[in-house]
Nanobody, 124 residues
């Protein structure tokens, strides 16, 4: 079992930047490809970004491309989602997830482990 813990959320203004972190002290991230998903109020959980087990091959949802950057440090067992130029529609609970595969996936059902989520609220 992998216990993922997200941090870094909060209340920000439109145009601001936020960096989310995802860690798991007891496991090595080099075994997992990982992703970020989000659930906005009243909506289904959706794919945001993902990265391969080696920390390469980043993949982004269209709304995230150019504004968000995913990165993974296998030595430190931590993953980041740097978000800039935030918009009110980015308001959501953001979840990190891990899967036991080299390649990342956009499909949430491909992921084995999930964090509890961190709230990001963007005010206009």
């Amino acid at each position: 079992q992998v216990h993922l813990v997200e941090s870094g959320g909060g209340l920000v203004q439109a145009g601001d930047s936020v960096r989310l972190s995802c860690g798991a002290a007891e496991h090595t991230f080099s075994r997992y490809s990982m992703g970020w998903f989000r659930r906005a109020p009243g909506k289904e959980r959706e794919f945001v970004a993902a990265i391969s087990r080696s920390g390469t091959l980043p993949d982004y949802a269209e709304f995230a491309r150019g504004r968000f950057t995913i990165s993974k440090d296998n030595d430190e067992n931590i993953m980041f989602l740097q978000m800039k130029s935030l918009r009110p529609e980015d308001t959501a609970v953001y979840y990190c997830a891990a899967r036991e595969s080299f390649f990342e996936s956009r499909n949430q059902y491909d992921y084995n482990y999930w964090g509890q989520g961190t709230q990001v609220t963007v005010s206009s």
